[in-house]
């Protein structure tokens, strides 16, 4: 069992810059791939990014590639999300989701493929 609990949201000028947290419990945090998704009114969940446990590989959705920066800290059980040049549409919700166990990279950018998510914590960019 894994829980999440993101922090680090807030509002923000368009141009600004924010990071998120994501604090997980349990032991074999370093055993999870970790995901960031978010959600804006109206729309889906989607993919942002993704880091596999190892921190060998990363993942990022076009809409945030070079601007957003995933990490983490196996020995903070804690993942990152660092967001530079904002832009209001990416105003949403954001997610972090924990993946145990083996996995294809496409999988990583599939909201049903996780296992454990996070309450999420919004983050409003105006402009």
């Known amino acids: 069992q894994v829980q999440l609990v993101e922090s680090g949201g807030g509002l923000v000028q368009a141009g600004g810059s924010l990071r998120l947290s994501c604090a997980a419990s349990g032991r074999t945090f370093s055993r999870y791939a970790m995901g960031w998704f978010r959600q804006a009114p109206g729309k889906e969940r989607e993919f942002v990014a993704a880091i596999s446990w190892r921190i060998i590989n990363t993942y990022y959705a076009d809409s945030v590639k070079g601007r957003f920066t995933i990490s983490r800290d196996n020995a903070k059980n804690t993942v990152y999300l660092q967001m530079n040049s904002l832009k209001p549409e990416d105003t949403a919700v954001y997610y972090c989701?924990?993946?145990?166990?083996?996995?294809?990279?496409?999988?990583?950018?599939?909201?049903?493929?996780?296992?454990?998510w996070g309450q999420g914590t919004q983050v409003t960019v105006s402009s």
């Open positions: 989701a924990a993946k145990y166990g083996t996995y294809d990279a496409d999988d990583l950018v599939k909201t049903g493929k996780y296992d454990y």
